[in-house]
């Protein structure tokens, strides 16, 4: 396991520094109702219209545990191949907000439900193994929309109390290559499980990102400071890069750094402090006496993990062992698991080489254009198969296969249609093209002769003709055999 | 009949059932009862006209096979009831009108029960006079100016006064059993988890349990066979074959083994109480019953492990009265503006003060000295009465340290009031049931209480020994009507 090249290193006068960073990411759990309550989660609602007493924090309302959601972050522990806890806690974590109804949040603080884990990044120098801290369950706050009205603020309580799991890493990232890796890494092993749909636009996925620096070589950590609630990868980038400079700023000025909580502002790209340590809220955690303490049995566990699908690390094994992909190769189909399906579903029916170039290849650079995800693909696996037949049995060249692929991309058309169609297919018959090769050969007699006499570069001349009068169908290696004859 | 509000439960069930009483007749005549008794302050919020047009609806399509057919009943104010005022006398929830119903009282309607109206308690069940109530005092129907107890004061009071011929109260340090005691009459607590808590506005959440208030044993024992159920809305809600309390009431206790702790008799308790303890331990012998001197050791801790742990629970319960959602709210500067001034004008003294004592054992750097320090104690007070309980089938104590005092007389003196409840705040703590039931009077004539504790789960056991030992004490409520012209 090499480290040192992707760390990111920050050279002041004649001190190198590097950057620690730990993450503590909130992923919803993907369920059709809240943590604590019957209300629907379905994002993008009208304000207020996923609302139960129970999430309004009516009097006399009482939370009860959603199994389902229980089981998605027992899965996602098991994703992570981290301990499972048998016995977990749910702990009030009480403040004031607006947009809080109950005037706590329940959420995990001794006893979370899942324990110690690991996620392993790929990056370009090596394997990195990311140790996990713990995984907790917890409800999420409504949202408080501020801009509506000059004086007021408008409450939506659709999001209170959705079930998220925060998920906290050790501090072992070292730079924002791995932490873009990190997240990209336990989105796709969350999507794998169904656990969490990782969409950062619909805030599905954010995270809490702590930054320290350090001298290079030194072994404890300085002082870090919580960036809070960042919703995208490269805004998480963005901000580590300015907090880390912005850190080695005052350490070489002779400052000392503040354990602070700071915002990152998108638009001006750097963090701003929000609230000091003194500042800072005293949750007065304790045990939520509405709840008793959850109990899940080894049964229990067993059968989830029996669940389990097939997970990043176990399929890029496989694709390398049974389809001989190379590690790069298998990295980028099992990123996610959509594309592994559509990978596995190619080269069920087609030849592996040419699917894993047609797919990272063309079909990559196609969705990227029209920014689709492979779900949307126009294309399905089993046309994308046909295509691939097509090229391989020699019905068309990889030239033409490019034109009816281009085709195939306006709307998911049988490619084997499109060459009929359109007449595609590839000339292969020797005494047709001898004919057509004949035919050219006539009407250029001067150029013939010319190449008899050793202008042995009118060769491609002659080729081009040919292929020009086949209408690109002519097969380039039979056309290369009959005009050397020929000529 | 005339004197219909003087009849007990059972005998009014018996008259509707063979249809000598119709529920309108029953309604109409605790309404007036009701209506003449306004002096008690009973009331917060009153439904007579409903009550009356729900008893005619009944008449008219009368279900005698249902345990409280056509009986009108006022409840605590602590319970929301669908689209019934409910404040838990505070200003508050002055406005609140829930638009669900708690399980308790669901419960009560579904076996044929009536509402009435709300009834008078302390705000936020925190107190132990009625004197915390946003609206204003309880008066004991035994003597005027005296304290109905509390916080189930208005409970305590109208059952006495026949307003309702049975009530439910609330009981998290002895909110049943303490004003039970002041008034005369009957009131359990039962084992934690034994009631929902679904839809009773929260005080202390691991302590808080309902729990039925009579005239009479009998009466106890119906109300609790209606109140009790496992529900699903309510995580601590225990799911456990539920006796027919009232149809297994037995007053053969022979041989029953009952404990006398020795650590209730506190310093400086009245000669009075003591001897109302020792005439209890003779009539619990006159029924059959061996008597075993036992030690509870902790219970010298209960009540101040109890006044770190309900504070601190409800600190964050009464978190959400912040006038964003319902309730009261004051206009202010910001939203902090608003908080402080919504919560400090909608809050009572009493309850400001347990917040801020529950706040403060909760916080960073106090929170194992007392939070976590005091639930230790609570387990060493429940390991207490389980190795008790290994000797003995139940435990006899008195209810309370005295009668009930003036209005007035302790509420400048909050710890003198926190000390009423210690004998009842060791049960919530055990998470056990308990029933006050009457044994005598004190030299002023003022009702004095004794309580049986079981062990969890055995209500049927508690009940049947305040069953036989009622029949020996034979005690007689001393009530003249003073409040009615």
Redesign the interface.
Known sequence: MSKEKSEYLINRNDNQYEVVIGLEVHAQVLSQSKLFSTSATKFGAEPNTQVSLVDAAFPGMLPVINEFCVKQAIKTGIGLKAKINKRSVFDRKNYFYADLPQGYQISQFKNPIVGEGKVILDMPDGQKEVGIERLHLEQDAGKSIHDLDPKNTFVDLNRSGVALMEIVSKPDLRSPEEVNAYIKKLRSIMRYLGTCDGNMQEGSLRADVNVSVRKKGTKDFGTRCEIKNVNSIKFMQMAIEYEANRQVDLIEDGQSIDQETRLFDTKKNETRSMRSKEDAHDYRYFPDPDLLPLEVSDEFINQLQSEIPELPDEKKKRFIDQFKLTPYEANIMVSDIETSNYFEDVVKKSDVKLATNWIIGELFAALNEKNLEITDSPISAGNLSKLINLIKDGTISGKIAKTVFEQMMEGDKDPKKIVEEKGLKQESDPQALEALIDKVIDSNRDKATEYKSGKVKLFGFFVGQVMKVSGGKANPQLVNEILKKKL | MSDITKQTLSELVNNIKEKKLSSSEITQAFVDRSEKSKELNTYITEDFSNALEKAKKFDDNPKLDLKLPGIPMAVKDL??TANVR?T?GSKI?NN?V???E?TVTQNIWNEGAILIGKLNCDEFAMGSSNETSFFGNVQNPIDKNLVPGGSSGGSSSAVAAQLTPITIGTDTGGSIRQPASFTGTVGLKPTYGSCS??????F???LDQAGPMAQNVQDCALLQEVISSYD?????SIDFKRNQYSKELTKDIKGKKIGIPKEYRVDGMPKEIDDLWQKGIEYAKDCGAEIIDISLPYTNYALPTYYIVAP??A??N???Y?G???GFRADGEN?IDM?EKTRSEGFGAEVQRRIMIG?YV???GY?DAY?LKAQKVRKLIKNDFDEAYKKVDAILTPSTPSSAFKIGEKTNDPVSMYLNDIFTVPVNLAGLPGISIPAGHDSKGYPLGLQIIGKAFDEQNILNIAYAMEEKINFKNKITDWWIK
């Open positions: 319970f929301c409910t838990a929830l609140f829930p638009t669900y708690s808590r679904y839809g009773i506005v929260a202390a959440s691991s699903q809305k309510d995580s601590t601190a629970e600190s964050s009464l978190a959400r912040d964003v959602k319902y939203l908080y706040t909760l916080s960073s929170y939070y």
